[in-house]
């Protein structure tokens, strides 16, 4: 389970699992209710690369970001923090 503290945004986490480059179990922490859980189901089985296409930049408002936004910097700083561990020598 990955977890990302939002910034910016009404939700102020968001926790997912990524299994064979898909994700899975996506939830937010606060935020508003109905549009995240619908905002989990719409990606779940989606792969990380079709949702930080789809989602990355969509603004909430008059903010320079949205939860699914955030949900591309947490997918982001996974991929970044995985990248590091695989780069590190055995």
Do not use: W
């Amino acid at each position: 389970m990955f977890t990302y503290q939002t910034s910016g945004v009404c939700s102020k986490s968001i926790q997912f699992e990524v299994q064979d480059n898909r994700l899975k179990n996506v939830a937010f922490t606060n935020g508003c209710p109905g549009n995240l859980q619908a905002l989990g189901k719409l990606v779940e089985g989606m792969t990380v690369e079709d949702v930080i296409s789809r989602l990355k930049g969509i603004h909430c408002g008059n903010k320079t970001t949205s939860c699914a936004d955030q949900l591309v910097k947490a997918l982001e700083k996974m991929q970044n923090q995985q990248d590091a561990q695989n780069k590190e020598p055995a």
